[in-house]
């Protein structure tokens, strides 16, 4: 059997007195993205550099591929490429004469560089603007140009760490195209990321960490069904009825309410099997009627990862900067 294309046991990292990462087992399988979720300082980036060789772990054992990062350094280097949180290439700069500079770095002849220069642009929709400093790239075309950069020779590994800070939504949805793509010609993606959404979209599995811990994996389905088997939503006609209809919900489904933005929205997870979420849900609802609150869209649904998160991060303090 082919080795997973990540496997760490106990994996730490400290700082003077943090323990940035403490004690991470993760296993990765080959040719899919995997998700690494957590807030900012948890210690995404932290592992991410000691699985590229960027940092040397101070305990636990970390492969890639099967060879260590310690003993084996040149052989992970030679299968993985990093898109780290900012733009590598030199903004003065064109896009094509950076990936011709960068593909002549990694051995390309002259010809070879400029043609696969040509291919990146073109696939990631850059060709207008290939004789284009990079400084005038919007975000969005940064972020393509980077990721063009990393898989300049085509990795086995590719860690993307968190690839759509700060861009629109348009250009987060283009960054995801891409990554879709890079994954469908076999390349392995460990992805880290804060959006939620993201690791909803392209996840095959993902690991929640905190405080430099791993405290849940699983497919994004697992990680939801973790937390009840259902998410109770509620808009009310006059919003003067919420604190009532928030003591009913309290009561009926047993959990606490979340008060919405919306002054008369309400939201509240319902615990148990998908059968006895649907039963809480219903008499949670005929309560409200007993109760004349007038209740203008009820509905159940399975719970989002931010809801995941919120619940699985909610007793964490302060974090360990990454």
Do not use: C
């Not at 064109?94 to 990694?106: A, F, I, K, M, P």
């Not at 005929?286 to 931010?306: M, N, Y």
């Amino acid at each position: 059997m082919n080795p997973p294309a990540i496997e760490t046991n106990g994996l730490v990292k400290t700082f003077g007195d943090n323990r940035a990462v403490d004690g991470v087992d993760l296993t990765v399988p080959s040719g899919t993205v995997y998700g690494l979720l957590g807030p900012n300082g948890a210690g995404k980036t932290t592992v991410v550099r000691m699985l590229a060789t960027l940092l040397r772990p101070d305990g636990g054992a970390a492969r890639v591929f099967g060879h260590d990062v310690l003993r084996e350094a040149d052989a992970v280097r030679s299968r993985v490429s990093l898109t780290g949180q900012y733009a590598s290439v030199d903004e003065d700069l064109t896009g094509t004469e950076n990936l011709v500079l960068l593909g002549r770095l990694l051995g390309h002849g002259k010809r070879a560089a400029r043609d696969r220069a040509a291919q990146l642009l073109a696939a990631f929709g850059l060709t207008d603007a290939a004789d284009r400093q990079i400084k005038k790239y919007s975000g969005g075309m940064r972020r393509r140009i980077d990721i063009a950069a990393s898989i300049l020779n085509t990795p086995d590994l590719l860690f993307l760490d968190e690839p759509t800070t700060g861009l629109d939504p348009r250009s987060r949805n283009q960054v995801w195209d891409i990554i879709r793509i890079v994954v469908a010609s076999g390349t392995t993606v460990l992805l880290t990321t804060q959006y939620l959404d993201e690791a909803d979209q392209l996840a095959g599995r993902i690991a929640v960490i905190d405080h430099g811990r791993v405290i849940a994996e699983g497919t994004p389905g697992e990680l939801k069904s973790s937390i009840g088997a259902g998410t109770v939503h509620v808009r009310l006609r006059d919003a003067a009825q919420r604190p009532a209809a928030e003591r009913v919900l309290a009561e009926e489904l047993g959990t606490t309410v979340q008060l919405e933005a919306d002054p008369v929205a309400l939201t509240a997870r319902a615990d148990g099997s998908s059968r006895g979420a649907a039963e809480q849900a219903s008499r949670a609802l005929a309560r409200l009627a007993e109760a004349g609150i007038v209740v203008d869209d009820f509905s159940l649904g399975q719970p989002s990862l931010d809801e995941v998160f919120l619940a699985l991060t909610a007793s964490t303090s302060q974090a360990v900067p990454a």
